[in-house]
């Protein structure tokens, strides 16, 4: 019999996602030499020889990760495959073969199922990548949408999150808080649109903010860069939850603290003025915001030169020793603790 050991109970709340995952997989033990990496990479890691199998999942639910209602089927598609590619390249690989998983509700019509695939396959047919499976099931109510990502890299090149060393470079990739801000605009076009369906769309403010949002891109091309640029990272994560969250799992991992610059966090323009309409801070919805599915990483301030001017990358900062904490420098000049605050689903 599995018996409970004890009735008491504790709210999932209080713990959030990360400290739960933690909690449930402490005493996992691994009983094979070719499990390279388990749990606690943006992929697990598999494989004996040169060649390394890395492998990720992700669970998408209708009215906690999406909203039908200004999510059309196609673009849910598309962003499925990339939360799961963008894994992916944040180990350094490159992505193979995916499965899909789907529980629908009677409330879905064939055509809408085949939108969904069609967002799928463009994906698919985009990135290179192989559909080889899944599963398909009935839910009571909504969708349930889970993707599983193989790829492919060598043991030279395989990069986890646990390599950072104190004075290499945080760099990332591209601008963040669009997708985040992307959400705020359609959620308040969802409102104004409910209160009144014949309200006039303004949207051309926010068409990066609304293509973040809707059409993520996974960072395939900085895969290839790194390979043109002969640049290995020390360590990598991808910006799912935001950059505060993403930078205390390279520093936890990598047993290193950190210095955050604020004013070095690249930002779109439509970010800064539509943070300005909504009176929002700009730089904690780049911190905290999430889904901007950029990478973060460092390198060893040798490899400066090979990054410098290239405008894909932002040097936004250093890793330190670890008994230095992990510091925010405000624009004025002030340090402060960084705490994620990123997006938790178990208070959603
Ligand atoms: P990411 O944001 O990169 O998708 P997550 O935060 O979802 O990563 O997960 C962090 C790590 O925890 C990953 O290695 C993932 O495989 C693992 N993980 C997440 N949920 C579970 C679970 N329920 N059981 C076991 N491992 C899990
Ligand atoms: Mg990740």
Redesign the pocket.
């Known amino acids: 019999m599995l018996a409970n050991k004890n009735d008491s109970r504790t709210s999932l709340s209080e713990m959030g996602?990360?400290k739960l995952?933690e909690h449930?997989?402490k005493d996992v033990v691994l009983h094979h030499d070719d499990t390279v990496k388990g749990?606690?990479?943006?992929c697990?890691v598999l494989g004996k020889g040169k060649e390394l199998t890395v492998i990720?999942t992700?669970l998408l639910i209708e009215g906690v990760h999406f909203d039908l209602g200004y999510m059309p089927l196609k673009h849910l598609g598309y962003k499925a495959v990339m939360v799961n590619l963008s894994?992916v390249y944040?180990m350094n690989a490159k992505a193979k073969q995916i499965t899909v998983s789907i529980a629908v509700s009677n409330r879905f019509s064939l055509e809408a199922l085949e939108e969904l695939y069609a967002g799928i396959q463009l994906a698919c047919n985009t990135y290179q990548v192989d559909l080889i499976g899944g599963d398909t099931t009935s839910s009571n109510k909504g969708l349930l949408l889970s993707i599983t990502a193989i790829g492919e890299v060598s043991k030279d090149e395989v990069v986890y999150r646990n390599g950072s060393k104190p004075n290499d470079l945080l760099v990332v990739t591209g601008d963040l808080g669009a997708a985040y801000l992307g959400l705020q605009v359609l959620e308040r076009e969802k409102q104004v649109f409910e209160v009144n369906p014949n309200a006039k769309h303004e949207l051309d403010d926010y068409t990066y903010l609304i293509e973040r949002q809707l059409k993520p891109e996974a960072r395939k091309d900085i895969i290839r860069l790194f390979r043109d640029l002969d640049l290995k990272p020390t360590a990598m994560i991808?910006i799912?939850?935001g950059l505060s969250s993403e930078v205390l799992h390279l520093c936890n991992q990598s047993k290193v603290g950190a210095k955050v610059f604020e004013n070095k966090i690249p930002l779109d323009q439509q970010v800064i003025s539509t943070c300005e309409e909504f009176n929002l801070d700009s730089s904690t919805i780049a911190l905290s915001g999430g889904e901007d599915y950029e990478l973060l990483f460092t390198v060893d301030q040798k490899d400066y030169d090979k990054i410098k001017g290239n405008p894909n990358f932002t040097v936004i900062g250093h890793m330190t020793d670890e008994n230095q904490g992990i510091n925010l420098v405000t624009r004025a000049g002030q340090e402060i603790e960084m705490k994620a605050q990123g997006w938790n689903a178990m208070k959603g």
């Not at 749990?39 to 943006?42: C, L, T």
């Open positions: 996602e990360f995952i449930l997989t749990v606690g990479d943006d697990a990720t992700d894994d944040a991808d799912s939850d």
